[in-house]
């Protein structure tokens, strides 16, 4: 099964960003995620909605292994399912209160998710199926958020016609992996890596070329 991350997996942000034990939120047309790591090392993506009272879970903290709402406290484990409800210690909470969860992988030095209906298989993974080799390690640069379509970015860095991450033809400062979250119609975060070879000076200037890319794309928007 060929995974195209444009419209399967899609790069929410660099792995290297994520600490163990934080939690941080990212949008993907229009959809807030909630993006945390536990203590294992393990990166999870949820919906960023508690399903309490819909506070925001990104804002939350984690506890003993879960993800804690910041609201009333309710924590949610790995799977999603309500572990504890503090007003209510004794409760054992019932299978059907539970965040939503997506499909999660780290590949490439980066986090990506796509949707996942309850109950289905995790889709196969199969990132960087574009004709390149993504293999070896990627550093992280940096990520910047443009505000210029997703597509618009997409041709301004010199990806392949109708994707949204691949590395780059053209030699950039070196072998360059460059994916983009779509946020919205007018918005997106351009996410850069290097191979993993590049020594400080390179990834200096290909950080600076992340931002004169973006001046491009803004300015063509
Ligand atoms: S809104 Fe999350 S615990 Fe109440």
């Known amino acids: 099964m060929t995974a195209d991350p444009g ?20 949008v993907l047309r229009g ?18 909605r508690c399903p ?11 506890r003993e292994g879960t993800l804690a709402c910041l609201y009333h406290g309710w924590r949610f484990g790995p799977d999603g399912r309500c572990a504890h409800i503090p007003a209510h210690p004794e409760l054992s909470p019932p299978a059907t209160i539970r965040a939503a969860p997506w499909a ?9 998710a796509r949707p996942v209906a309850e109950g289905a298989e995790v889709p196969g993974v199969e990132i960087g199926a574009d004709g390149h080799v993504w293999t070896g390690a990627w550093t992280g640069v940096r990520s910047l958020r443009v505000g210029a379509p997703a597509e618009r970015v997409a041709g301004v860095i ?23 979250l ?40």
Not at 7 to 26: N, R, Y
Not at 32 to 39: F, H, K, P, S, T
Not at 52 to 62: I, P, W
Not at 104 to 112: D, M
């Open 7 to 26: 419209d399967g997996w899609h790069a929410l942000m660099l792995a290297m960003d994520l600490e163990p034990g934080s939690v941080a939120g990212c």
């Open 31 to 48: 959809r807030e995620l909630a993006v945390w790591r536990d203590a294992r090392g393990v990166a999870h993506v949820w919906d960023d």
């Open 52 to 62: 309490h009272r819909g506070m925001r879970l990104s804002l939350g903290f984690l």
């Open 104 to 112: 999660a992988v780290e590949r490439h030095g980066l986090i990506w």
């Open 158 to 180: 010199g990806l392949a016609a109708g994707r949204l991450a691949g590395v780059l033809d053209r030699d950039v400062h070196g072998a360059v992996l460059a994916a983009i």
């Open 182 to 221: 779509p946020v919205d119609g007018d918005a997106c975060m351009l996410h850069v890596l290097a191979g993993s070879m590049a020594g400080a000076a390179r990834l200096h200037a290909l950080a600076d070329w992340a931002r004169d890319m973006r001046g491009c794309a803004e300015e063509a928007a």
